[in-house]
């Protein structure tokens, strides 16, 4: 079962949309539109099951924005203060407090009728926290985290979106630069999408990571006042 992400291209991409029971992972460079994807998912996902469902949102970077999320959800149709009322929002301020309630997060689910779980953004802290001289503890940390996401998300059949940050590099003979996600394949491994949304001048696009046909693997998209919408094609 999935639900949209309010992209007609997006959804395409992701087979049909946001898929429950597993982590779907969007990365990209700052202001490419991660976090406004995060809080409108937080939207279509009530619009496109019950109302009356529950969203856990950890904002670890303070991203979280009352009037985009009333906008947005107006766009769909639904009474914003009714939207912010089922959103469960936590600002995480440290990699120890996402622990701690990734962990309570599960009586949450137990006790309200919890359908998603959005980590914005998932490597925040780990960054800031763990420098290249101790990158085996953040690795370690990172996929103990991964795996009570996943395992929250199996068992209770709840969506789980993280969004991520890039670390730029270069690759091949030609030494061709590339954008890859924070914490490499540990993340990848435990996602069963891994989505990249690039900007390209004017354009913005998602594309499947680690697919390099573009014909297909490519989901054009803009950046509104009201959220993420289809690119207009003229």
């Known amino acids: 079962m999935k639900f949209s992400t309010g992209v007609k291209a997006l959804d395409a991409l992701l087979e049909g949309g946001i898929e429950f029971g597993v982590i779907t992972h969007f990365f990209g460079s700052f202001g490419v539109g991660k976090s406004i994807l995060a809080q409108q998912l937080s939207v279509t996902l009530l619009k496109e099951t019950n109302l009356n469902n529950k969203v856990i949102f950890f904002d670890t ?21 009714h939207v912010l009322k089922n959103i ?15 962990k309570i997060s599960e009586d949450y689910i137990k006790k309200y009728n919890v359908k998603l779980i959005v980590i914005d953004c998932l490597t925040t802290h780990l960054r800031s926290e763990f420098n290249q001289d101790v990158l085996a503890l953040r690795q370690s940390n990172l996929e103990t985290h991964l795996n009570r996401l996943l395992d929250i998300s199996e068992k209770y059949d709840v969506a789980s979106v993280i969004t991520n940050q890039v670390v730029s590099g270069f690759v091949g003979e030609n030494e061709r630069s590339s954008e890859k996600p924070v914490g490499g394949n540990i993340i990848v491994k435990y996602s069963k999408y891994s989505i990249r949304l690039v900007r390209l001048k004017n354009r ?31």
Not at 61 to 81: A, C, M, V, W, Y
Not at 88 to 102: A, D, G, H, P
Not at 211 to 221: G, K, Y
């Open 61 to 81: 970077e303070g991203s979280f924005n009352i009037n985009k999320i009333s906008k947005i959800s107006t766009r769909f149709g639904l009474d914003p203060q």
């Open 88 to 102: 469960l929002y936590k600002r995480i301020w440290s990699f120890e407090e996402q622990e701690v309630f990734l």
């Open 204 to 234: 913005r696009y998602a594309t499947l990571f680690g697919v390099d046909d573009l014909d297909t693997n490519f989901a054009p998209f803009i950046i509104a006042d009201d959220g993420i919408r289809d690119e207009i094609v003229k």
